[in-house]
């Protein structure tokens, strides 16, 4: 069976944008691939984190995967940091990635731009990223926009380590979505949707409640002309609201241009917000439920050890083809 894997980094409090880009499509694709989901706390500390919060955002986006539809007994859902394969296989990988190919790879630069000093581990995190995918032999990979560099440096390192060493690797495919990849802030729709905006009222977090949700929708910007028609060049702002309502409606993108055909922005962003309160409901009250119960604790100690099972042969193939000892 086709393998695939991904994560939700744990280094805030996670908006909608993770939803129709990430937890919606991890839903889907349980049932096609045999799937890893895990959260990559691992990657969160490249910048500093407050230990209680990370503790707790940990837990959250365990409890998200979950509440939102993953189901463990189907997917393996775990911890990064449980399985120390990770960071083994990260270091060995370090010795075939470029530094050329690190400097070059454009989340760092805008994530470093403006500052004195960033962790080394900031600048080399993408080859952990490569060990997470490579250590389980995944097959595919979902990616956004903003990772489609990343997948690309992972298969690179992956067949220099083949050529050089023999197959050890597979090489993963990426996974690309059309609708909901990327979720843009509601008073800017050519910047993602971020918690660091500090206009609140540009980002929907999973969590919010329907007041706050009917709020900012209410708020968001739209243009002058009172068309709901999606148009990425024309109406961007717009064309983000259409395509947020067919990532929690379900629906595509010309029903619900036809459905407010005429109708203006206001009754369409009030609906809007009601179709991102009736899918979150549910997934917010499944999360209050397991987010501090044994039974998550539960689901986290079987990933790991299921994980663990399957990372550990990869990691001493990898040794072995480099010339390791091993027992």
Same mark, same amino acid.
């Given at each position: 069976?086709? $393998?695939? =894997?991904?994560?939700?980094?744990?280094?805030?409090?996670?908006?909608?944008?993770?939803?129709?880009?990430?937890? $919606?499509?991890?839903? +889907?694709?349980?049932?096609?691939?045999? /799937?890893?989901?895990?959260?990559?706390?691992?990657?969160?500390?490249?910048?500093?984190?407050? *230990? $209680?919060?990370?503790?707790?955002?940990?837990?959250?986006?365990? /409890?998200?995967?979950? #509440?939102?539809?993953?189901?463990?007994?189907?997917?393996?859902?775990?911890?990064?940091?449980?399985?120390?394969?990770?960071?083994?296989?990260?270091?060995?990988?370090?010795?075939? !990635?470029?530094?050329?190919?690190?400097?070059?790879?454009?989340?760092?630069?805008?994530?470093?731009?403006?500052?004195?000093?960033?962790?080394?581990?900031?600048?080399?995190?993408?080859?952990?990223? !490569?060990? @997470?995918?490579?250590?389980?032999?995944?097959?595919?990979?979902?990616?956004?926009?903003?990772?489609?560099?990343?997948?690309?440096?992972?298969?690179?390192?992956?067949?220099?380590?083949?050529?050089?060493?023999?197959?050890?690797?597979?090489? *993963?495919?990426?996974?690309?979505?059309?609708?909901?990849? $990327?979720?843009?802030?509601?008073? @800017?729709?050519?910047?993602? %949707?971020?918690?660091? +905006?500090?206009?609140? +009222?540009?980002?929907?977090?999973?969590?919010?409640?329907?007041?706050?949700?009917?709020?900012?929708?209410?708020?968001?910007?739209? @243009?002058?002309?009172?068309?709901?028609?999606?148009?990425?060049?024309?109406?961007? #702002?717009?064309? +983000?609201?259409?395509?947020?309502?067919?990532?929690?409606?379900?629906?595509?993108?010309?029903?619900?241009?036809?459905?407010? @055909?005429?109708?203006?922005?206001?009754?369409?962003?009030?609906?809007?917000?009601?179709?991102?309160?009736?899918? =979150?409901?549910?997934?917010?009250?499944?999360?209050?439920?397991?987010?501090?119960?044994?039974?998550?604790?539960?689901?986290?100690?079987?990933?790991?050890?299921? /994980?663990?099972?399957? /990372?550990?042969?990869?990691?001493?193939? #990898?040794?072995? !083809? %480099?010339?390791?000892?091993?027992?």
């Amino acid at each position: 069976m086709k $393998r695939l =894997l991904s994560g939700i980094k744990p280094s805030g409090d996670l908006n909608i944008g993770g939803y129709g880009g990430a937890l $919606r499509q991890y839903v +889907n694709l349980q049932h096609d691939y045999e /799937a890893y989901f895990f959260v990559p706390d691992f990657h969160a500390v490249t910048v500093y984190q407050d *230990p $209680r919060k990370l503790h707790q955002r940990t837990r959250d986006i365990a /409890a998200l995967y979950i #509440a939102s539809g993953i189901d463990p007994r189907k997917a393996t859902i775990f911890l990064q940091s449980q399985v120390p394969a990770h960071a083994e296989l990260g270091w060995l990988l370090e010795t075939q !990635a470029h530094f050329g190919e690190l400097k070059r790879m454009t989340q760092f630069k805008e994530k470093s731009d403006g500052k004195d000093t960033v962790s080394s581990a900031l600048f080399t995190y993408p080859v952990l990223m !490569a060990a @997470d995918v490579l250590l389980y032999q995944a097959t595919h990979v979902p990616v956004g926009d903003d990772q489609k560099q990343h997948l690309e440096l992972t298969r690179d390192v992956a067949e220099r380590f083949n050529n050089r060493f023999g197959s050890t690797f597979i090489i *993963p495919e990426p996974i690309i979505q059309d609708i909901g990849s $990327r979720v843009m802030g509601l008073d @800017d729709p050519s910047k993602k %949707m971020s918690k660091s +905006n500090p206009n609140k +009222n540009s980002c929907v977090h999973m969590m919010d409640s329907p007041e706050d949700i009917r709020r900012k929708f209410s708020k968001a910007v739209t @243009d002058s002309e009172g068309e709901v028609r999606h148009d990425w060049e024309q109406k961007p #702002a717009v064309s +983000n609201l259409i395509e947020i309502y067919s990532v929690f409606s379900e629906e595509d993108i010309s029903i619900i241009e036809k459905r407010y @055909d005429g109708q203006g922005y206001g009754t369409f962003k009030k609906e809007l917000a009601e179709v991102v309160i009736e899918k =979150l409901l549910p997934i917010q009250e499944k999360f209050h439920q397991i987010v501090d119960s044994s039974e998550l604790d539960r689901i986290l100690i079987d990933g790991a050890q299921r /994980a663990a099972q399957t /990372a550990s042969g990869t990691l001493l193939a #990898a040794k072995k !083809a %480099m010339g390791f000892v091993t027992f």
